[in-house]
């Protein structure tokens, strides 16, 4: 009986490990009525101000100051940051960025109660600034 226990443990150990690392190699993919929403919020100098404020005190430590993933803590983390400027994630929607920084995934949080509706698309705002591309689906 101990012998079948002791089994299933490092069975156990073994999976979920491994289980966690599949987990983040998938693709991030908001569903499509996520993605299709608009940003509400003007791309006014003092929106991105105050997204860039946002970013710096709650993204730059893991995704660094132009979101390439290099911030000072990214290197502690077991999954990398992604790099913000990569076509796979600049080329996103601004209402697929926004549905990930609700939903979050390990080890980047939940941002859904973290910070206002509003701090979320400034800190989207802020990012298409710094990634040097053009916003899609922005209200003028």
């Not at 430590?61 to 994630?89: M, N, W």
């Not at 509003?118 to 989207?124: A, D, N, P, T, Y």
């Not at 298409?128 to 591309?133: G, K, Q």
Request: proline share 9%.
């Amino acid at each position: 009986m101990k012998h079948h226990a002791m089994t299933t443990r490092i069975c156990l150990l073994t999976l979920v490990p491994a289980a966690v690392l599949f987990a983040a190699e998938q693709p991030w993919t908001a569903p499509a009525r996520a993605a299709a929403k608009k940003n509400p919020v003007s791309n006014s100098p003092a929106a991105i101000a105050a997204g860039k404020a946002v970013y710096e005190k709650e993204c730059l430590s893991c995704h660094g100051p132009t979101g390439k993933g290099d911030g000072p803590k990214a290197k502690d983390l077991k999954v990398q940051p992604h790099d913000l400027s990569a076509p796979q994630i600049s080329g996103q929607s601004d209402g697929a960025l926004y549905w990930k920084l609700n939903t979050g995934r390990n080890p980047m949080p939940k941002y859904d109660e973290l910070l206002t509706e509003e701090q979320r698309w400034q800190v989207i705002n802020y990012l298409r600034t710094v990634l040097a591309r053009p916003a899609e689906g922005r209200a003028p």
